[in-house]
T-cell receptor, first 111, second 113 residues
Framework: RKEVEQDPGPFNVPEGATVAFNCTYS??????FFWYRQDCRKEPKLLMS???SGNEDGRFTAQLNRASQYISLLIRDSKLSDSATYLC????????????FGKGTHLIIQP | DADVTQTPRNRITKTGKRIMLECSQT?????MYWYRQDPGLGLRLIYY???????NKGEISDGYSVSRQAQAKFSLSLESAIPNQTALYFC????????????FGPGTRLTVT
């Protein structure tokens, strides 16, 4: 049973374009959701938390759909520096403190 | 200075050797974790600790052991390293359960030959 699923990509997107990807989760009791960013061979870092009402941080927008059990990340006006792997993290599955990490979606922004 | 540090950053060792990976944090967090990351498999939890007297097995604890020497220090040991333990190892901390951000160290790249 895959608790958190992501399309591994890679998503190849031209600079300046808008890109979106989703993450599905299996535990309907999950309460908190996050997007982490991981650069190649570096540690994951929190990009943003995902709230029920959705939230926006500059060019990044995260949304939660509880009925369909998925969260999404939208990146507008993509920059070369957005190239990274984006990890979906959900509370309510296995792992310490109930946090389960997705395997990540690899994004490549092309000039 | 980094809040979560790991040593060594890179290590090559031979099958059967004992190796220790160390993690230190200056964030004052009680909760600490060890993960390994393999290509295509994502982050997998090895062990975690909620305070100095608390140690818990994670998803893939076989072949590993840990020691929580102090609030700030959490070490991971491979008693007898084997090649399939070649991976990128991350230590992480968090302040509170579940809802809070996890702060990761820079990682240790371990190769077992």
């Amino acid at each position: 049973r895959k608790e958190v699923e992501q399309d591994p990509g890679p998503f190849n997107v031209p600079e300046g374009a808008t890109v979106a990807f989703n993450c599905t989760y299996s535990n309907s009791a999950s309460q908190s959701f996050f997007w982490y960013r991981q650069d190649c061979r570096k540690e994951p870092k929190l990009l943003m938390s995902v709230y029920s009402s959705g939230n926006e941080d500059g060019r990044f927008t995260a949304q939660l759909n509880r009925a369909s059990q998925y969260i999404s990340l939208l990146i507008r006006d993509s920059k070369l520096s957005d190239s990274a792997t984006y990890l979906c993290v959900v509370n309510g599955g296995g792992g310490a403190d109930g946090l389960t990490f997705g395997k990540g979606t690899h994004l490549i922004i092309q000039p | 200075d980094a809040d979560v540090t790991q040593t060594p950053r890179n290590r090559i060792t031979k099958t059967g050797k004992r190796i220790m990976l160390e993690c230190s944090q200056t964030k004052g967090h009680d909760r600490m974790y060890w993960y390994r990351q393999d290509p295509g498999l994502g982050l997998r939890l090895i062990y975690y600790s909620f305070d100095v007297k608390d140690i818990n097995k994670g998803e893939i604890s076989d072949g590993y052991s840990v020691s929580r020497q102090a609030q700030a220090k959490f070490s991971l040991s491979l008693e007898s390293a084997i090649p399939n333990q070649t991976a990128l190892y991350f230590c992480a901390t968090s302040e509170a359960p579940g809802l809070a951000e996890q702060y990761f160290g820079p990682g240790t790249r371990l190769t077992v030959t």
